[in-house]
């Protein structure tokens, strides 16, 4: 039944696709070769279509070039729908087979990109991306950028993503990644899984991120404003479950990290009680971090296509309370051992909205408002307030509106002991050591972030930003500028040129400057 | 301390671009061309994606006539060439391109990583441009068509609609950070009838109707070789009861 199904096809398609060739006499296809299965199996299958029905009732052999049309007809028609990893494997031997046929019909194989290729990446299994990335900087001595030696030259990134198409409802990514110092390693690795009713999840080590909308990037998203509470990269191993519906969407996540007990004598410069010099002590540490649980729910919805706003919550949920001890030597008129003891419950959560008003598809008003709720192990010293808060305004407007440039306008505001949970999001303006007290703000700050970027052509942009940090003590404000020309010699391998300058009361030079270049070639 | 200055001159830029942003047709394909960026410290990927409303194409085709001086049947012709090319008459268009500046793209397969919402109800595509498939390592474009009525009661899903959501899978790349790309239009205001109106409309509408009437004639043939097996059948029987009451 099945060959008389594929020489009905054979007929028709010759009929339809190719007349010139329904007369030849050679019939050089004989009717127990394998195509004539194949063929009839892509047909019963649904994903060959389109034959006329009754057009041909015998059961003749036929020629290869017959065939070949039929395969031709096959490539032009084949449905990715229903097509399965097996017909297309069976579809891709026929057009291997019949590619000289193929060829004389004038249906170039190497024109046919389109569908063979088609066929490749259905059934080629692991595909494979990435670049690599060589900076080189150069700073004044001494310089706040932690630039060795006035020179730094390194390969600080070589990345390399895999993906799996598994079937309809799993894919597959892992990513490895080295350079900068580090061994290659999985940084990424994660199943997205399809479920019933629209849900997916993704399972693993995954990026994790709720405000991608809420801070600005260079073109190649780094060295800007990053998120307060989001970003994970990646959130430490975890499930997160999304739930889209017509105007907005549910997620939740939860991820678990395991604690970590440390000991670690050093040597810390600093003064000894009563003595006039500085020397070198010994401090003995002690750190036990517990387990905890991260859990995150975000409620998005959009009320048009100009009005958007979102309700996010993440909470820290430790195991245990935190500890840690200090032990040095003190001498006073003999030499003693302190003891100092630090910890607490250090649960903390943030709960935070957002909005997004677009003026027109060119402009638009960004605003957040986080609000934590720390327990008693966050507060100590000046930081007395449980609830610290943070909020922040911009102005986008694109390059299409002002015609000569992209503008990025932020400006936050954030409370002394404001936590930053995941990571430092001015990292990039070496908030770090200038602004925070480890994880968090440690007197009240204002951010003012400007960022101006232009695509002058395909191959030449440029960025320029100016971020100025207004803290409380006074001496400890300072600005940042930075200034950027890239040029695309290709869209795979770019170079940039660029220059950093820190400068303001923080900073006890005159001033600290840096130029870096960058190559990056993408795969 | 604080930058008093700050809202001001948000102010002051916010009219400038007001002022900087507009030009006629411009503004409206602007209005339906919708961008999403994704970076990822490092990477980039840009997704543009360009609903094909009827404001849009009336604006596209007067665009095209303005620039190019055409005549009314001139116009009328590209217009029904314009249309017919965008399968509107059983399909939504979406114009979807991508700008990658990062690790390769895979898409494929594409009609699984991307979907319309319409109502409350989520449609993948009835057909997208094949290259969309494909290993992108820097741009690439392609429509994508998904059903305009409903597969099984025949009801115009636009109807009533005030919004539709494009998603595309936060899947195709790892640029994407596991994130969804959605552009969201309201399309309570848009009316396709009117683009099938005037002579473009008519020659469409004819073309709708010939294959209609050809699907309707072979519905017809199909059932009258039914009811002609039917009526084979019963003269069979017919011929049958008769011998049997003969015996």
Known sequence: MKKIFALIAVAALVAFAAPAFAANPFADVPMNHWAYDAVAQLAASGIVVGYPDGAYKGGQPATRYEVAAIVARALAKVDMEKASKQDLEMLKKLVVEFKSELDALGVKVDKLDARVAVLEERIGGWKFGGNFRFTAKWADDSNYWGVDDDTNWTVDRFRWNITKYVDDNVTLNVRLQGGGGNSLDVVRAYATIKFPWDITAQVGRFPLDWEGDFYAGDFAGYMMNDAYVTDYDPLTTAVWFEKPFSMGKFEMFVAHEEGSETFSPELNWGTIFNWAHMIDYPVVTWEYVPDNYIYGARLAFDFNENFHVAANYVKYDFANEWAAVDVYPVYDDGWYLVHEFYGGDIDFSTLWGDLIVNFNENIAFKGQYFVQDLNDGWLYDDYTDDSPSAWKAILQVSQDALKFTDLWIEYAQLDQGFVFANADPYAWALSGSLFLDGPRVYADTAVLNIVAKQKWNDQWWTYVRYADFDVDDDDADYYNWTASVRYNYTPNLWFELGYDKLGGDAITKDGDDMVWFRTTVNF | ?247
């Open chain 2, 1 to 247: 301390m604080r930058k008093t200055w700050i809202p001001g001159f948000a102010i002051f830029l916010t009219l400038f671009a007001s002022w900087a942003w507009a030009s006629s047709y411009d503004s409206v394909l602007n209005r339906w061309s919708k961008t999403k960026d994704f970076a990822d410290r490092g990477d980039s990927l840009s997704i543009t994606a360009t609903y094909y409303s009827a404001e849009f194409i009336e604006a596209t085709v007067q665009k095209e006539a303005d620039k190019n001086l055409w005549t009314a049947d001139e116009l009328d012709r590209y217009k029904y060439q314009f249309l017919k090319t965008l399968n509107l008459e059983d399909s939504i268009p979406v114009r979807l391109s991508f700008d990658n500046r990062g690790p390769a793209l895979h898409m494929a397969p594409f009609g699984k990583q991307v979907w319309l919402w319409i109502g409350g109800k989520r449609y993948e595509p009835k057909d997208y441009d094949p290259r969309l498939n494909f290993r992108v390592q820097d741009k690439i474009e392609g429509m994508v068509y998904f059903p305009r009525f409903d597969g099984k009661t025949g009801r115009d899903l636009l109807k009533g609609a005030k919004t539709v959501k494009l998603e595309v899978s936060g899947s195709i790349s790892m640029t994407m950070k596991a994130k969804t790309a959605e552009f969201v239009w309201d399309v309570a205001n848009d009316n396709p009838e009117k683009l099938f109106a005037g002579k473009a409309g008519a020659r469409l509408e004819m073309d709708r109707l010939i294959k209609r009437l050809e699907k309707l004639n072979g519905e017809k043939k199909d059932l009258e070789g039914k009811l002609e097996q039917v009526k084979a059948e019963i003269e069979k029987i017919q011929a049958r009861m008769s011998e049997l009451q003969k015996q």
